[in-house]
């Protein structure tokens, strides 16, 4: 492989970060989505549990793709971890309280049979899944908007914000986006994997979730076009060593549009989060579950895709000093390490996607509550 330049590795290593985050929005994004319908599409103690396990055998497989992504962020965008996992830390341990609400709502819910106790652990469980779903976005408005952090000239990092400081209204209309957008995948899903009236209501939030989402994302998309984005000024070495502060970045409103003007076929993205929550409504109201599923999972890979084309070759621009923005081709780990790394990615991520694919063919089928009540180990 010694013909992939540093600038190759570059660009891939940020192509398979979009994958690993557009394989975590998809499969654990209708955990989350589930979590977050739960109390609402379930209304006895018999259809929840159903809900429960929809979902239970497979969510821990699906939040590999979280560990994945941030194992990459880690090894191949040093910086980008250094910055995030620092700056955002309240907000990330935040995330990862309700995180961990999904699994103790798992095992302990239906260990006790008092009302009171199981449906606690219902409405945590849809903290768990409302409070992540709420913050990635929160996350992804802040990367567009710019995290307020500075270098000195030995690259030690200072951040400048505060938890609160993250909620600004564009970044919570983001958030708004990532929950509507995750709320229509949970319901595509219980739709497959139900029936009666819980596969009912499951459809019925598709439709208004996706409808939802649509005009959250048309707002959203409106407003980026006025929001300031950022611009590399002059020529920046694609293959130079790591070094935020080799540049020089401006600011300029409308900027994050410049992708789709230079690069027309980028608006494919977009297209595709708009067009697969149509077609998740048309499935949805013509009961064609899988098909509702299918265009959910469309939408999502849009709506994340268009994030991240928007920002390229950014990764996470500084407002407070932009030349000391984090973009692919000052951000990364040395040549050595990210062709390393490739060779184990090409080698595992295929032994990964195999086993999942073995585990939802084993568990296909619906859930139903005589399934449940027949299952010894049933959640």
């Not at 962020?73 to 990330?92: D, H, N, R, T």
């Not at 919570?172 to 929950?179: A, E, I, Q, R, T």
Request: hydrophobic share 55%.
């Amino acid at each position: 492989m010694s013909y992939l330049t540093y600038e190759h590795l570059r660009v891939i290593w940020w192509l398979l970060l979009g994958v690993l985050l557009i394989g975590f929005a998809v499969t654990d994004g209708f955990d989350l989505g589930t979590g977050i319908l739960l109390p609402f599409v379930a209304k006895t103690d018999g259809e929840r549990r159903v809900v429960l396990n929809t979902v239970g055998p497979v969510w821990e497989g699906n939040q590999v793709w979280l560990i994945l992504g941030g194992g990459a962020i880690f090894a191949a965008w040093p910086l980008v971890y250094a910055v995030a996992f620092s700056g955002f830390y309240l907000a990330m341990l935040l995330v990862l309280c309700a995180l961990i609400l999904r699994p103790a709502g798992f095992k302990y819910r239906s260990k006790l049979e008092a009302p009171r106790w199981r449906e606690t652990w219902d409405w945590l469980l849809f903290v768990g899944g409302l409070v992540p779903a709420l913050i990635f976005g929160v996350a992804v408005g802040n990367a567009l908007l710019g995290a307020p952090f500075t270098f000195d000239d030995s690259l030690r990092m200072t951040y400048h914000g505060t938890l609160f400081g993250l909620l600004t209204p564009f970044a919570l209309l983001c958030g708004l986006v990532s929950v509507a957008m995750l709320t229509m995948h949970g319901g595509a899903w219980l739709a497959v994997k139900t029936e009666g009236r819980i596969a009912a209501r499951a459809r019925t939030a598709t439709l208004y979730a996706a409808l939802v989402l649509i005009v959250l994302f048309a707002l959203a998309g409106l407003w980026v076009s006025h929001l300031d984005g950022y611009q590399i000024v002059g020529t920046l070495a694609h293959d130079a060593a790591s070094n935020p502060l080799g540049k020089t970045v401006t600011r300029k409103a409308g900027q994050w549009l410049a992708n789709y003007r230079a690069q027309p076929w980028t608006i494919l993205a977009p297209l595709l989060g708009f067009g697969g929550a149509a077609l998740a409504i048309l499935a949805s109201r013509a009961h064609l579950a899988i098909g509702a599923f299918l265009a959910s999972s469309l939408s999502v890979v849009g709506v994340v895709a268009t994030a991240g084309l928007s920002l390229f070759p950014f990764l996470l621009p500084s407002s407070t000093d932009p030349s000391a923005s984090l973009t692919v081709w000052d951000a990364s780990s040395s040549q050595t390490t990210l062709l390393i790394m490739l060779i184990a990615t090409l080698i595992f991520v295929p032994i990964i996607l195999a086993y999942t694919s073995f585990i939802y063919a084993v568990l296909r089928g619906k859930v139903t509550e005589k399934k449940v009540e027949a299952d010894h180990f049933s959640y």
